[in-house]
């Protein structure tokens, strides 16, 4: 038998429920806020770890507040689309190998996705 507590969700679903929850925060926000947004049913200290795991990818800035922090979004990042562009870099970043890595990753997109990118290019990223 187990409750609520005992089950674990994948870190990548707590982490974007954070994001969401800062997101839609507008301003910087304690650990604590975040979770009385997310549900007594996440631990404060929980929050707090997936604040730093954040921080430590920069998807998140924090400054001090008293004894902790407040955490926000980085500019980049305001929204799901810019945290899975955020993501693509730094998988693109894990490798030395850019050009092989970035010709393996076009020569998997579809025909559609390729005009995207096409597009984009030719337009400057805009």
Avoid: C
Avoid at 20 to 36: C, F, H, N
Avoid at 61 to 75: A, D, I, S, T
Avoid at 77 to 88: E, F, I, K, S
Avoid at 104 to 115: I, K
């Amino acid at each position: 038998m187990t409750d609520g507590k005992d089950e674990r969700r994948p870190a990548g679903e707590l982490e974007a429920s954070v994001l969401a929850a800062l997101w839609a925060a507008g301003g910087p926000r304690t650990p604590g806020q975040v979770q009385a947004v997310l549900g007594a049913d996440l631990a404060r200290t929980t929050v707090t770890t997936i604040l730093s795991r954040l921080y430590d990818k920069g998807v998140v800035e924090r400054q001090r507040n008293g004894r902790g922090y407040v955490y926000f979004p980085v500019q980049e990042v305001q929204d799901a689309h810019g945290l899975t562009a955020r993501r693509m870099h730094s998988e693109l970043d894990r490798d030395s190998d850019r050009e092989t890595v970035l010709a393996r990753f076009v020569a998997q997109l579809s025909p559609a996705d390729e005009r995207i990118l096409r597009d984009l290019l030719e337009s400057d990223g805009r």
